[in-house]
């Protein structure tokens, strides 16, 4: 069939000529399609004098060691400011570390609310801890509630200490905006937390006080006396922003399913030994698993609870109802924040991580 089909077009001199001429138009509209398309990303995106300045401030970011020249470009990109903003978060992206650490700590200088995502984005996924490290101060910097999650992760479950360090203190700058901007007084306020999956979404435990914020901390609604007694910790289910489990000084872990308005005690599902005297030191809800709950608790003693002796870490698997034990605490070992990833519990104290299986 192709031979016969050869010999017809041999035989027919017009149908080659046509051919030849349809191959050639459709090279030529392809050439013009190829050419119109990028002329109009050249016309579209055209760089002006000011950008080519700050691209190439960022690019001297890369600059091996505190130069000079590293020290201009850093100054040059902090005096733009709010220009500078989207080429600095577009450098995080850089195949050169310098430029994203140096990048993210400009930004840190900036402090720019736009960049938050961003800076989340590195630290929780760029391969160098330095950048991570700039990253988490950075958006101690910014100061948006909407980090908190990110930065309360950080601080336990990156594996530099250079980063948790960071993380923690950027946490404790947030908060303290957070309270001011609700108008309360920072050593009066106990916990703040915030919703996983709704940042925007924050409670504020203040005395006996409850209060919530929905827009990332512009306004507050407050719930008088609503906590049974002065909170030591506070966590959100991350599926539902209703679901609270507070522990209360000295009277052990109370749950509330409403969202904070009335609350249900589990003092006794988990501590016989110290009913009363119980207080639960940090609390958090396994990501994977909205019912696995897992807090860190111990005893206070003495007249005023002014001692306070760590017990354990305790898991439950039916959202509070029963317990199990976790691991143990020696003296001294007082949890301030807990994390549960791939089956493992990642406890935070004083001077190290202790990281434990969960049955």
Avoid: C
Wanted: aromatic fraction near 4%; glycine fraction near 6%; charged fraction near 15%.
């Amino acid at each position: 069939m192709l031979k016969k089909f050869e010999m017809q077009l041999a035989n027919d001199p017009t149908k080659i000529k046509a051919l030849r001429i349809f191959s050639a138009a459709v090279v030529m509209i392809v050439l013009v399609v190829v050419s119109a398309t990028l002329l109009n990303n050249v016309i579209a995106t055209p760089v002006s004098p000011r950008e080519a300045q700050i691209r190439g401030w960022i690019g001297d970011l890369g600059t091996d060691g505190l130069t000079a020249k590293r020290q201009q470009a850093q100054a040059q990109l902090e005096k733009a400011g709010a220009e500078a903003v989207p080429a600095l978060m577009t450098a995080l992206r850089s195949n050169d570390v310098n430029v994203r650490r140096n990048a993210a700590d400009v930004l840190g200088f900036i402090a720019p609310p736009q960049a938050t995502q961003a800076l989340q984005d590195s630290l929780r996924t760029d391969s160098a801890a330095a950048v991570r490290a700039n990253a988490a101060w950075a958006l101690g910097e910014i100061k948006n509630p909407s980090a908190i999650s990110t930065l309360e992760t950080a601080s336990v479950l990156d594996p530099s200490p250079q980063v948790r360090s960071n993380a923690n203190d950027s946490l404790t700058h947030i908060q303290n905006a957070v309270v001011e901007r609700a108008g309360r007084d920072v050593a009066d306020v106990n916990v703040v937390a915030v919703a996983p999956n709704q940042a925007n979404t924050i409670y504020l435990a203040n005395q006996r006080d409850l209060l919530i914020s929905r827009d990332n901390g512009a306004t507050w609604e407050t719930l008088p006396q609503a906590l049974p007694s002065v909170a030591s910790s506070l966590t959100v289910n991350p599926t539902n922003p209703n679901i609270l489990f507070a522990g209360m000084h000295s009277q052990g872990m109370y749950l509330s399913t409403d969202g904070g308005r009335t609350w249900t005690a589990l003092t006794r599902n988990f501590s016989n030994e110290a009913i009363g005297q119980s207080t639960v030191t940090a609390v958090t809800v396994d990501p994977s698993n909205p019912m696995r709950v897992v807090m860190a608790h111990g005893i206070r003693v003495g007249d005023t609870g002014s001692e306070f002796f760590p017990l354990g870490i305790l898991f439950s698997n039916d959202g509070g109802k029963t317990w199990g034990n976790v691991m143990d605490l020696d003296e001294g070992q007082t949890v301030t924040r807990l994390e549960i990833q791939n089956g493992k519990v990642y406890a935070l104290t004083a001077d190290r991580v202790l990281i434990s299986n969960l049955n």
